[in-house]
């Protein structure tokens, strides 16, 4: 039966631990050179930060004219469609004026058609002083022939002469006025007349403002803001409320100034929002640099100049753009904060390049109708002011017809927007 000894204790102790001490230090070495790897392939080409927020656009609906609220159509938190209505106003003076513009512009119709009808009068009255200038003529020139034998007495030779003056002084006359008259309708027809445009343009005018007292939502979104009351006399320009496209959001990351060097336009960028977690991620493009840093633009700058002066390191926003189906599966709010990670491995390019784009970014189409409508109204009353339509058996019952059915129709497309 063998006994151990104290030295052999020692020894075995010893080596136990340099073996422990050899596998730590292997550890150690393997997860040195594994964060190496990872950070000579990953982590040097990557630039994140926690200071993101979710921004987007803020469709203000401000009226273009003034007028009492008479009816809401939609509050705070609910959706929209483009073209729906919001606000109306009340629209008892804004179809005074159009009555009374729309009466003008009839009136003025009918006045510039009897220029025309008057310049063929006129010309009808030139064509007779020239016929009885032409026949006093004659008369002078027989009794001229006859006074030679004395057929014709001096006093009635006299009176031949004294006629063709005053058919000559007919005849200048009835030219100059029909001169006169010409002068305001050459070169016109009785739409392109400048009394019946002016008058149009007006009814157009006065169309617009009775249009302008229904307020659409210009986008589809979400209601926000709203600030208007029943009963409330608002102004051009007033805010009224807000609509949130929030399917046009777009996230503004605050990278630190040695983080910028690297990055470029079109970077892929991954972000986690605060709202979901970790679980869900986005992916997005580096879509372009802010001009300045958050200071330079905030409502006091800072003053460094003063003398008391402490370096600050200053942030850039960054803006990225996000997939718009991932935002349509998982919508975001403005405001809510983003951590956003950039892979900056690919950095060929300037780095602050010349975005210009020629396409428009944001349009709207809900205020087209209202144009169309006003140009609609203004050839229905010129159609049933002017003759010639009249006589083609197109009435004023008949454009009003024309007219409400180009209404509806711009109704209906509204309703099928709205829907």
Do not use: C
């Not at 609509?243 to 040695?258: G, H, I, R, S, T």
């Not at 006003?374 to 008949?398: E, H, L, M, T």
């Not at 454009?399 to 509806?408: D, F, I, N, Q």
């Amino acid at each position: 039966m063998g006994t151990e000894t104290p030295a052999s204790n020692s020894s075995s102790l010893k080596s136990r631990r340099k073996l422990w001490l050899a596998i730590a230090t292997g550890v150690f070495v393997v997860v040195g050179a594994a964060y190496g790897a990872y950070w000579a392939k990953v982590l040097r080409y990557s630039q994140s930060t926690d200071d993101a927020y979710v921004n987007g656009n803020v469709v203000q609906i401000t009226p273009q004219i003034s007028g009492t609220v008479v009816s809401i159509g939609a509050d705070d938190t609910q959706f929209v469609k483009a073209g729906q209505q919001l606000v109306r106003l009340d629209q008892a003076d804004a179809k005074v004026a159009l009555d009374q513009a729309e009466a003008q512009l009839a009136k003025t119709v009918r006045e510039v058609r009897n220029l025309f009808a008057t310049t063929a009068q006129l010309q009808a009255s030139v064509e007779v002083r020239q016929t009885d200038l032409a026949t006093a003529q004659n008369d002078l020139e027989r009794r001229a022939q006859l006074g030679k034998s004395g057929a014709v007495s001096g006093e009635e030779l006299q009176h031949a002469r004294e006629a063709v003056k005053a058919a000559q002084s007919a005849l200048s006359a009835a030219q100059q006025q029909l001169v006169a008259n010409r002068a305001r309708i050459d070169h016109t027809t009785l739409e392109d007349h400048p009394d019946v445009r002016n008058a149009a343009s007006a009814v157009r005018n006065a169309y617009l403002n009775y249009a302008r007292t229904v307020l659409p939502a210009p986008v589809s979104g979400y209601v926000a803001r709203r600030n208007v009351q029943l009963g409330q006399r608002v102004g051009p320009g007033a805010m009224l409320m807000a609509v949130v496209p929030l399917d046009q959001v777009w996230v503004d990351a605050n990278f630190k100034e040695p983080q910028l060097a690297g990055m470029r336009v079109g970077q892929p960028v991954t972000l986690t929002a605060d709202l979901y977690g970790n679980s869900i991620r986005y992916h997005g493009k580096v879509a372009g640099f802010g001009a300045g840093t958050g200071s330079a633009f905030s409502l006091l700058p800072a003053q460094n100049a003063t003398g008391n002066w402490i370096k600050i390191v200053q942030r850039v926003p960054v803006r990225i753009a996000l997939d718009p189906h991932e935002l349509a599966a998982n919508p975001l709010q403005i405001g809510l904060t983003m951590k956003a990670e950039v892979n900056v491995h690919n950095d060929s390019g300037v780095r602050l390049p010349q975005l210009a784009s020629n396409n428009v970014a944001y349009s709207t189409d809900v205020f087209h109708s209202t144009d169309e409508s006003a140009d609609a109204r203004v050839q229905a009353i010129i159609a049933a002011n002017d003759s010639a339509s009249s006589d083609k058996g197109v009435g004023r019952r008949d454009a009003e017809r024309k007219l409400a059915s180009a209404a509806a129709a711009s109704s209906d497309d509204r309703l099928a927007s709205a829907r």
